[in-house]
């Protein structure tokens, strides 16, 4: 038995469905062929376009919010322990009940019951704290300069964890994926931040679990339930690179480490800083690199946020010039820089080009796909494509852009 919420096919419908869209808009399609494929992979969810979606959402966290507040104030329940828990076990069997009953599927609704569900946990936790624990350990608990110093922060991120990782296994929801990230890594914090030398290792501990996920990460694309949870193996894959960047850049560590001693002063100079600048430099690079050779459109993307952050970086404590010349020669280069590479790409060099390709989803053999479903369909012009001839990485690279 599948411990999933939505049915497999449905995030395998929806991904084929839409990797032929995108085929069809690069001529690669036929419009016979795009029916077929469309027939032989249908939708049988409820997943309304985004503005609905977003509607839908409000509606039901408004509609979760005056439950709670009636049953506070007409029902007379006085326990924020006991509306927690109805609002708990309440958003539990609503999520479960709209998605077997009614087939929604990341529409709205379901998000939002799923998100109210946490928060009560959430809420749970923070009433034990404040109700359980003795007056001095609760005191100091909430009393705290920095909440990831927090003596009892580490049982707190500890059961909030639990959860999390139980919601994003079963719900496959990005926002899940990106809080339970966030949350192992305060988790992290907070235990090195009250051992020896914690604050100093800090910033390479950050680094090396982000390394690790990225290494899982790359793994992913070949597991059978990829699909599924891609849309969380993405956000994954871009919080880890961007958490791996901003753990060795000089300004995080530098303003960080001096909120970390309660300073409030000028932040001062921090031990191993030339190790710390090489990584400001150095790591953009490398993602400037990997992107290129890897055809990697997400790297490269990170890699030049990169890359402005370090020079801000490196202006922040150096400046040269006044910032709205530094502004405009930053954005006139950058110009000259974009146009000249836009013309040398117009003919493909090296594997890239400049044309604009909004393949995303390399997992799929075209011409098995077309054999397999559209046998009876005239096939395809094929204007120069050969079919199968790819190369894939992991996390969404493809062998172009």
Known sequence: MSFKAYPAAWSHNTAMRAAAARWQRRGL???????????????????????????????TLLSVGSLLLALGIGARVHSE???GLFALVGSVVGVEAVIINSRHYHSGVDMALLYSALLAWEFLILCGFSEWLPYSYSHQYYDHDFWLTTPGMWLHLLLLLGPLLLALW???????AAVTFGTVLALLANVLLHAAFGQLLLPFAS???SAVLLY??????AQPNYLYYRPSLLVLRTLALAVFYLAGNYLIVREGNAKLVGGYGP???VPLAPIFYLLTAAIPLLYLYLGLRRHDRLVLLVGVLAVAFSIFTARYYHALMPPEVAATLAGLVLTVLSLVALRYLRTPRHGLTAAPDDEATPHFNLESLIVAQTAHVPAAPEAGFQFGGGQSGGGGADSSY
């Open 267 to 269: 932040s001062l100079q």
């Open 29 to 59: 399609l036929l419009p016979a062929q795009r029916a077929a494929i469309d027939a032989a992979y249908p939708i049988e969810y409820y997943q309304p376009a985004i503005l609905l979606r977003v509607g839908l959402f409000v509606a």
């Open 207 to 209: 680094m090396a679990a």
């Open 216 to 221: 899982w990460l790359e793994k992913q694309p």
């Open 170 to 176: 079963r719900y496959a929801d990005p926002v899940v």
């Open 81 to 83: 322990f006991g509306l």
